[in-house]
């Protein structure tokens, strides 16, 4: 086997949305997997729509999802004289030729294919007609001379074997008339131009690839081995929308998702290995390969990618888990104000609380919300359970409480904990009449992490001072 050289190519027009993302994931995977290059082309040869904010965003959302390219990112519209350059070695090797259709031509085109019920196809007017009979003032475009008998054959590695007739792939437009290369030229220059061996990309270009196919062969070129792999589809098997979750990896992040468990999601989306449904990437790389893509369109799961990413949330380590949400603060929603109040101390409680933190938490976001107790300011505002607890009698409890905790020398998780089973014991109340009382008064929440772990870091001036505020309303 040939070095292995694939290729992510996305148009800056917008955010990298989930589905090229995926298609950028099977790419860096099949790379890495074979111990090929991954490279990065920028398609931004729509002027008008290309933006620098999309590039950086491409960037960044590939950069953070850890799929790292080979050499520098490549920009297409850079590259457009080269593409100019072998539109004009097609013309003059008979592969393409000169085409002076007027809008009025290519008008009545459309409507006679409108009338017959058929796609839009050019008549090859031009094929075989002398240009010195073009009309004077036509600036002409250049047309591929495409085979119109026979068939393209692509022999996809997904999809399988895919007949084209040829009759039914017209004289595509390489360079327009203002000079400019067209997608169908500057896809195959640059493949060709990288080195590209395997095309990996949705099966909505396979009708391109029977396209440029024949661009390849016009050039006498090594056509590079296909694989289409299907769309992603929302859950109720319509095509993917922002409903859905068609959204850019940047929201994911916003949205709390780990990078390991994003990458672990999409690459299950229509890629398997049994029934496993955990991987580190490590094992993707040394399991993936293009032979167990699914033919049929995946279905995309919230819910799924929520589990999904608590289960990386608890398997990470502490360490790990507290390292990861200090690194994506400013992108979740009130991390900004969160981590302007991060101080050491604050620093050192929110390490010491990840443990209950991560048991309840399904997402970073969850995570944070979750630590808001630590961060809130006395007196704490209640939400509604947590006040009615502490109507129902909570506050009679704290009162009764408050001087026995004041008493401890140790202050600690299971030394509290003690004096609380006491105190239950002593009173034949259950622990948890005890424990939300608790709970509402250190955190203002009815649900926490365990509530002696938040005795511990939350330390004894502030726990006794919340539970006094309480006691004495």
């Known amino acids: 086997m040939s070095q292995i050289v694939t290729r992510f190519a996305p148009s800056p027009t917008g955010f990298l949305h989930i589905g090229g993302a995926r298609t950028a994931l099977f790419n860096w995977l099949y790379a890495r997997r074979f111990g090929g290059t991954f490279l990065l082309r920028i398609e931004d040869t729509d002027r008008e729509r290309s933006t620098e904010a999309a590039v950086e965003a491409i960037l960044d959302g590939l950069g953070w999802l850890g799929l790292d390219w080979d050499g520098e ?143 390849y062969q016009a050039l006498g070129w090594d056509i590079p081995v296909w694989a289409h792999i299907p769309l992603i589809h929302g859950p109720d098997g319509a095509k993917l929308s922002k409903r859905h979750g068609a959204l850019g990896v940047d929201a994911y992040r916003a949205m709390g998702y780990l990078p390991a468990a994003l990458r672990n999601y999409l690459v299950r989306l229509g890629w398997s290995q049994g029934d496993k449904e955990f991987f580190t990437t490590d094992e993707i790389i040394a399991a993936f390969d293009l032979s167990a893509i699914g033919r049929s369109a995946s279905r995309f799961d919230f819910a799924k990618l929520e589990n999904m990413n608590g289960h990386f949330m608890r398997a990470m380590s502490d360490d790990e888990l507290y390292k990861a949400l200090i690194a994506t603060l400013p992108h979740l929603p009130g991390g900004a104000e969160f981590a302007a109040k991060l101080d050491d101390h604050r620093r050192a409680q929110l390490r010491a609380a990840i443990p209950g933190l991560k048991e309840r938490a399904k997402t970073l976001v969850e995570l944070l919300d979750g630590a808001a107790f630590l961060f809130a300011e006395r007196p704490l505002p209640m939400d509604e359970k947590a006040a009615d607890i502490l109507a129902q009698g909570g506050r009679a409890h704290l009162a009764a409480l408050l001087p026995k905790l004041e008493t401890l020398v140790e202050w600690s998780g299971p030394a509290a904990e003690a004096v609380v089973r006491a105190y239950a014991e002593a009173e034949s109340v259950k622990l948890g009449a005890i424990a939300q009382p608790l709970r509402a008064a250190l955190t203002g929440r009815s649900t926490s992490p365990g509530i002696f772990d938040v005795l511990t870091v939350l330390g004894r001036e502030e726990s006794l001072g919340r539970i006094e505020d309480q006691a004495r309303l």
Not at 95 to 106: F, M, N
Not at 152 to 173: H, S
């Open 73 to 215: 990112a490549i920009s297409q519209f850079a590259r457009a004289a080269r593409h100019r350059e072998v539109a004009h070695q097609l013309l003059a090797s008979g592969g393409a030729y000169r085409c002076y259709a007027s809008p009025e031509d290519l008008e009545d085109m459309r409507r006679k294919a409108r009338l017959e019920g058929k796609p839009m196809r050019y008549d090859g007017r031009w094929r075989d007609r002398d240009p010195a009979q073009a009309p004077p003032g036509v600036a002409p475009v250049i047309r591929l001379r495409a085979r119109q008998e026979g068939e393209t054959i692509i022999d996809d590695k997904v999809q399988g074997k895919v007949v084209f007739a040829n009759k039914d792939l017209d004289d595509l437009v390489l360079l327009r008339s203002d000079g400019n290369p067209t997608y169908m030229l500057a896809v195959v220059v640059d493949d060709h131009d990288m080195g590209v061996t395997n095309v990996i990309r949705g099966d909505d270009h396979l009708t391109n690839a029977a396209r440029q196919t024949q661009i």
